[in-house]
Each structure stands twice: as structure tokens, then as C-alpha cells.
């Protein structure tokens, strides 16, 4: 993760709208945790901002509003790699969550601002359970990017290395900027294909924060 417009070359980072085999190594599927915002009001603001955006953003981004927690890495039965995600981890995690003890809170979703690499709509959580959640489900190298973590929408990624000022511009004149208020009642467990950039999210399974129980979706083939 990236602090905003945190580039020293003064330019946006280009994105590379190719499968990345070096990364993946034939792993399907990559796994993370995040806030499932995918609500009507969200999707229109998220989708406004990406016109507002026009000629600056990859084509066919089609990833559902969400708020990235933690990153998992690649789900399997049998872990091998330093980024596979096994059983072990989910166990971990699950037993984290539920000594906090987490319940429902609100989040406002509202700017539009940018990292480097994307644009997105701020998140702000003001009673910190954001951050207590990610506490909860860090480990490993992956999220070494805690301290510069920002809450985030995501409304696509850049297709070039456009000059800051001139995209701070664009940024600045969209005018739909009235806070939209979420009710946050679990986390989700999400996964996309690997080989595609910026392509759909699957959700894997639901952590309910009420009943404290995590829930396998019937859509999603069971990673372990």
C-alpha cells in the first residue's frame, strides 16, 4: 500500500493490463479480507468518478466497491510458497477475531483522492475499528504496508504515467463529495483470478460480527 501521490517522479504509475505468471505461478485465485460495500449508492459514486476520470483509467476495471483489510495470498490445502494462505492462517485469524470481539460500526465514504497506481473515494471510520480489524488478521510479510495504510475505495487504475498536477486538477473539480454513511455488520473473505487485472470479486465466505461465526458461500468451491 501507498501513501497518496507518494512517486518521486512526479508522474501517476502505469499499469500493465497483462497476466503476471511470475507473480501467480499458476495459482488460480489470490484471497484478501475487506469490507463488502457493493451497495447502489457506492456503485453510482464510484462509477461517476471513474467518468470523471475518462482517458485516465484502464478499461474493463470491473471490481466491486470494497474496503481492503488485509491481504491473504494465494488459498490452498497445502501451503508452499511464502504468499499461499492455508487453513492454519484462516484458524488464526478466526480466533483473533473472535477474542475482539468485534461488532457493527460505520464507515463514511466520501473525496475522491489518489495513490500513485489508482484513484479511489476516501474511507473514514472514526472509532478506529478499522484498524482494530486489521490487527486482528495481519501476519505474515504481506502486510507489511500497515503504517501507510489508508482506507479506501478503489475507482480503477491509472493506464499511464500522467502528470500529478494535472490529474490533482481533475480530482479536485468532481463534485460529488457528500459522505455517504455504511453500516459494517462483517468482513468478508474475497478472491479474484489471479491472471486478470482488476477483474471481479468472488465472495469466498462471510464473518458475521454478531453471531461471531463464519459463513461458506455455496457460489465459491471450498479452498481447503
Known sequence: ???AFSAPNGLTLRNEPRDF??????RPHYALWALEVDVPALRQRVAAAARHLSGLLLPDYCRQPHV???LCGFPGACPEHADDFGVAALA???AALRHAQPRPFDIEVGALASFTSAPYLAVQNAGGQIAALRQC???GSLNDFYDAYTPHVTVGLYADAWPMPEVQVRLASFA??????LRIPGISLLSYASARIGGELACM?????Q???LHWTASQPYPF
Open 137 to 139: 488478521l495481519a501476519g
Open 1 to 3: 500500500m501507498e501513501t
Open 211 to 213: 453471531s461471531e461465526t
Open 68 to 70: 481492503t483489510l488485509s
Open 92 to 94: 488464526a485469524q478466526l
Open 21 to 26: 505468471p511470475e507473480w501467480h505461478l499458476g
Open 205 to 209: 465466505a462471510r464473518y458475521d460480527f
Open 176 to 181: 460529488d463529495r457528500e459522505a455517504l454513511r
